[in-house]
Nanobody, 125 residues
Framework: VQLVESGGGLVQAGGSLRLSCTAS????????MGWFRQAPGKERDFVARISWSLAFTYYADSVKGRFTISRDNAKNTVFLQMNSLKPEDTAVYYCAASRFNDNRDRRLLSEYAYWGQGTQVTVSS
């Protein structure tokens, strides 16, 4: 599976962005997918996860209520709608395909097998 993110950019605090991640391959809809982010000098952290069935979503506490993960299996694409952005949301955002295609809340990097190249999100104050 190859993953390509897009939609990053520069936005003012309080603004919104929608990230997309498009996957190659015919088995996209069998993968649970996640979004992670990495700020300069920090570790890569979990942001959100959506099960292959779309029935289950999970969020980091820092983004809950502001970010929404969704997917369109017909288009092999997963989305991250980010509202009410804050300067502390500034990071490179990565999508990832999970090793475990279940409905569990999985937040470890090691639980994801395939990664995109990342897209930069910068939120100015």
């Amino acid at each position: 599976v190859q993953l390509v993110e897009s939609g990053g950019g520069l936005v003012q605090a309080g603004g919104s962005l929608r990230l997309s991640c498009t996957a190659s391959g015919r088995t996209f809809n069998s993968y649970s997918m996640g979004w992670f982010r990495q700020a300069p000098g920090k570790e890569r952290d979990f942001v959100a996860r959506i099960s292959w069935s779309l029935a289950f979503t999970y969020y980091a506490d820092s983004v809950k209520g502001r970010f929404t993960i969704s997917r369109d299996n017909a288009k092999n694409t997963v989305f991250l709608q980010m509202n009410s952005l804050k300067p502390e949301d500034t990071a490179v955002y990565y999508c990832a395909a999970s090793r475990f295609n279940d409905n569990r809340d999985r937040r470890l990097l090691s639980e994801y097998a395939y990664w995109g190249q990342g897209t930069q999100v910068t939120v100015s104050s």
